[in-house]
């Protein structure tokens, strides 16, 4: 079953619409199916880009945090439709996901130290680490399964990311001031679209070749 997939969430702080979060996804996924229910899992690569988040510092603007970051992750969905129509060529139905980032390519911004002037001209030092990292995050919604090519079906899914408590954790420490935590989360509005084979139809081709 390979998938493409993007997830679009709102920035955490409102008077910084303009900017948002945003993650393109993609992977292969294999499942079992048993009458009306399915179950999944496999592989897939999340590219997120959580948007900065300003914090005011005497009368300038920080960025303190830009999450961006690539994931391998494993996914499991758990999924329920019936089919719909005459001939029953479209299932309709809703899905839990549960995802787990196994492996991070990137650094994503973890240290970060350097200096701010003030608007009276000193220069203060300041400081943001990483301090707490959470590798799960969630997705439901309704989905779609579409009948191609006799044996074949479209899968389309619209969904919400959800978690349970910050998928990153930031410190953020001003000259002697006392650290101010920055939580990130890897929420919001998803769709995916994606395609699903019979392992049967492989096993005949594979049979007729040989």
């Known amino acids: 079953m390979p998938f493409f997939g993007m997830r679009y969430g709102v920035n955490q702080d409102s008077q910084l619409s303009g900017n948002e979060d945003l993650s393109l996804y993609y992977g292969l996924g294999f499942g079992f199916r ?38 391998l992750v494993l996914p499991f969905t758990f999924r329920y ?48 680490e990483l301090i707490k990292r959470n590798p799960f995050f969630f997705k439901t919604g309704i989905h779609s399964r579409i009948r191609i090519f006799k044996s074949s079906f479209l899968n389309l899914e619209v969904g919400q990311f959800f978690t349970l408590g910050a998928n990153r954790l930031y410190e953020f420490t001003l000259a002697d ?4 935590r920055i939580a990130r989360k890897w929420e919001g509005f ?6 699903n084979l019979p392992l049967s139809v492989w096993e005949k081709k594979l049979r007729k070749k040989t």
């Open 34 to 71: 048993k009458d009306n229910l399915s179950l999944e899992s496999g592989l897939s690569f999340f590219h997120h880009d959580s948007s900065p988040l300003y914090l005011e510092v005497y009368g300038r603007f920080l960025d303190v945090s830009g999450a961006g970051s690539t994931n």
């Open 81 to 128: 439709d019936i089919p719909t129509g005459a001939e029953q060529n479209i299932r309709i139905g809703a899905f839990l996901n549960a995802n787990m980032a196994v492996f991070g390519f990137d650094k994503e911004s973890q240290n970060r130290s350097g200096q701010i002037q003030t608007s009276e001209g000193e220069l203060l030092n300041y400081k943001i």
């Open 177 to 180: 001031d006392s650290p101010v």
């Open 190 to 195: 998803s769709w995916t679209i994606g395609g």
